[in-house]
T-cell receptor, first 114, second 109 residues
Framework: ETGVTQTPRHLVMGMTNKKSLKCEQH?????MYWYKQSAKKPLELMFV???????ENNSVPSRFSPECPNSSHLFLHLHTLQPEDSALYLC?????????????FGPGTRLTVL | GQNIDQPTEMTATEGAIVQINCTYQTSGFNGLFWYQQHAGEAPTFLSYNVLDGLEEKGRFSSFLSRSKGYSYLLLKELQMKDSASYLCAVMDSNYQLIWGAGTKLIIKP
């Protein structure tokens, strides 16, 4: 595996379900990011981790809970979501946060909340 | 507030040239990025500008004017595979990327 991978690629869940999104990067990077991408809207930064420590939480509702057990893995735990949370969730990584680095993206998880 | 503006959609003909504009107002500036995103795929890095002027990379070029808060991406000799969304993003003073909504480019034969 190379680059940034995400699983699952597609997810349909009810508002009462609990699910998790997984991201893994094989680039030796220290920073990892969760973004939300909705149609015709800019990418919204949700969370940032640098060296496994959360450094940014952009006022994301508590029904989204991130976890970063090590610099290569990032999870987004989902519970009691709303239909407006349906979107493409992108994971990205870069060498370090706080530097001018290119971000490498995974293919995303297309989430549909019923 | 911080704002990035780019056209929602553009159409061009195979073999032609197209220019996608991006204007920005941000808190600080640490460079401007262009990414390409094919439908259902990950955004991929195209270019980075931090100094004024034109950067050329094959069929793609990117221009920056910091005084005008303006950039463009120039695509030459368009190919059908260039049909994609093109995302403009500015790195602000906190080294966070501020994104535009993207420009969907449609290439017609």
């Amino acid at each position: 595996e190379t680059g940034v991978t995400q699983t699952p690629r597609h997810l349909v869940m009810g508002m009462t379900n609990k699910k998790s999104l997984k991201c893994e990067q094989h680039l030796g990077h220290n920073a990892m990011y969760w973004y939300k991408q909705s149609a015709k809207k800019p990418l919204e930064l949700m969370f940032v981790y640098n060296f496994k420590e959360q450094t940014e939480n952009n006022s994301v509702p508590s029904r989204f809970s991130p976890e970063c057990p090590n610099s290569s893995h990032l999870f987004l735990h989902l519970h009691t979501l709303q239909p407006e949370d349906s979107a493409l969730y992108l994971c990205a990584s870069s060498q370090d946060q706080g530097a001018v680095d290119e971000q490498f993206f995974g293919p995303g998880t297309r989430l549909t909340v019923l | 507030g911080q704002n990035i503006d780019q056209p929602t959609e553009m159409t061009a003909t195979e073999g032609a040239i197209v220019q996608i504009n991006c204007t920005y107002q941000t808190s600080g500036f640490n460079g401007l990025f262009w990414y390409q995103q094919h439908a259902g795929e990950a955004p991929t890095f195209l270019s980075y500008n931090v100094l004024d002027g034109l950067e050329e990379k094959g069929r793609f070029s990117s221009f920056l004017s910091r005084s005008k808060g303006y950039s463009y991406l120039l695509l030459k000799e368009l190919q059908m595979k260039d049909s994609a969304s093109y995302l403009c993003a500015v790195m602000d003073s906190n080294y966070q990327l501020i994104w535009g909504a993207g420009t969907k480019l449609i290439i017609k034969p």
